[in-house]
């Protein structure tokens, strides 16, 4: 029998490893915290503040619609609510309340699922969408809470690999960097050739430094 999530190889009956129960049990307990967190990036660039209620309730628009989306309904509230829905259903017990905040209602439903997580990775048939779900969402989340820098694209790289084989990997220049580097290659080019990559005019061989 395999892992529903991962299908890695079972030693004995289950529905998720070891690794994946682990991994699932690590994002419920993070997520509601995430949530509170998601408050602090309402606006476009907004760092830290002194509190996520106060920013909530002071935040002028406009607003970042993906962190919105996101602590709304249909954003994390709605996966792990469905979820354990779903759970409580396997059990043969009754919908839980739904009562409260948003805030109050991400903890209780991640919650919910912590208490059972052992029977989930034992019996639970959903288990395995269940962890890809939620591994996806807490990577939603990550993305919103750290997101990468911004990068340019300046065309794609000019390197001679030999034999007339032109690298051509894609070119992206991370914020604030005075150089771009060929993650294919390794070749680097100074800002002075970005315009004429950009352009699909290759500097002849010897202008990437």
């Known amino acids: 029998m395999n892992c529903t999530a991962c299908t890695a190889p079972l030693d004995a009956p289950a529905?998720?490893?070891?690794?994946?129960a682990h991994g699932l049990d690590a994002r419920l307990s993070e997520l509601p915290a995430q949530?509170?967190?998601?408050?602090t990036h309402l606006r476009p660039g907004a760092g830290r503040s002194d509190g996520p209620v106060a920013l909530v309730r002071e935040a002028p628009l406009p607003v970042r619609a993906d962190v919105?989306?996101?602590r709304a309904a249909g954003g994390m509230v709605t996966t792990?609510?469905?979820?354990?829905?779903a759970m409580q259903e396997a059990?043969?017990?009754?919908?839980?309340a739904r009562t409260g905040s948003v805030e109050r209602r991400v903890l209780a439903a991640a919650r919910g699922l912590k208490m059972n997580l052992d029977w989930i990775a034992a019996e639970f048939p959903g288990a395995g969408d269940m962890a890809r779900e939620i591994r996806h969402l807490a990577g939603q989340v990550r993305a919103l809470l750290d997101p990468a820098p911004p990068t340019l694209g300046v065309g794609t790289c000019a390197a001679d690999l030999g034999q007339g084989d032109i690298c051509d990997a894609p070119l992206r220049v991370p914020a604030g960097s005075a150089t771009v580097r060929c993650r294919r290659c390794g070749t680097e080019y100074p800002p002075s050739s970005w315009l004429t990559l950009a352009t699909g005019a290759w500097a002849p061989a010897g202008a990437a430094a």
Do not use: T
């Open 15 to 20: 529905q998720l490893c070891d690794g994946c």
């Open 35 to 39: 949530y509170l967190l998601l408050a």
């Open 68 to 70: 919105l989306d996101m």
């Open 80 to 85: 792990l609510e469905s979820w354990r829905d």
């Open 91 to 96: 059990r043969g017990w009754g919908r839980p």
